[in-house]
């Protein structure tokens, strides 16, 4: 599982012009599932992003979770973090889950985390999005979980 991580200030994302997920102070997610991927891998994806501490504690030191701060999540699925960029111009995505499995692993994703914490709001997968963030920080964390 590849995932783009961003604290954020808020963030929501639309489809079609109906924003269908929204979140304030919390983390966005971007999710891209491979092919090895299994819902042992997703349980333990989520419990990592809800305990990695990259909120500020009263030093101001990046030492609180999300749990930890009751923020948001707002998980969207992403197939292009998977892009193969060395060979020609053209990015492959041979990488990337095929739909159907990206699918049921980003929905399972979703139903772990909405089982472990509140609030989770989500993209649409395989929709055209337009996500609209305010980054906190910056912070952005690239995260490969295998």
């Known amino acids: 599982m590849i995932a783009l ?3 954020v200030a808020r963030a929501h994302v639309e489809v079609g012009g109906v924003r269908v997920g929204r979140i304030d102070r919390g983390l966005l997610v971007f999710v891209c599932a491979e092919p ?10 989520v419990d990592k ?3 990695l501490r990259v909120f500020g504690d009263d030093a101001g030191k990046m030492n ?15 197939f292009t973090l998977a892009a193969e ?4 111009n053209r990015p492959s995505f041979s990488g990337a889950a095929s739909a159907q499995l990206g ?3 980003y929905e399972r994703v979703l139903a772990a985390a909405r ?3 509140s609030p989770v709001e989500a993209g649409v997968f395989g929709a055209d999005m337009q996500v609209t963030l305010v980054n906190d920080g910056p912070v952005t964390i690239p995260m490969v979980w295998r």
């Open 5 to 7: 991580l961003q604290r």
């Open 36 to 45: 090895h991927d299994d819902d042992a891998l997703c349980d333990r994806f």
């Open 49 to 51: 992003i809800l305990k």
């Open 64 to 78: 609180r979770s999300l749990i930890d701060v009751g923020g948001g999540l707002l998980v969207v699925s992403q």
């Open 85 to 88: 960029v060395a060979g020609g």
């Open 103 to 105: 699918r049921r692993l």
């Open 115 to 117: 089982a472990r914490h």
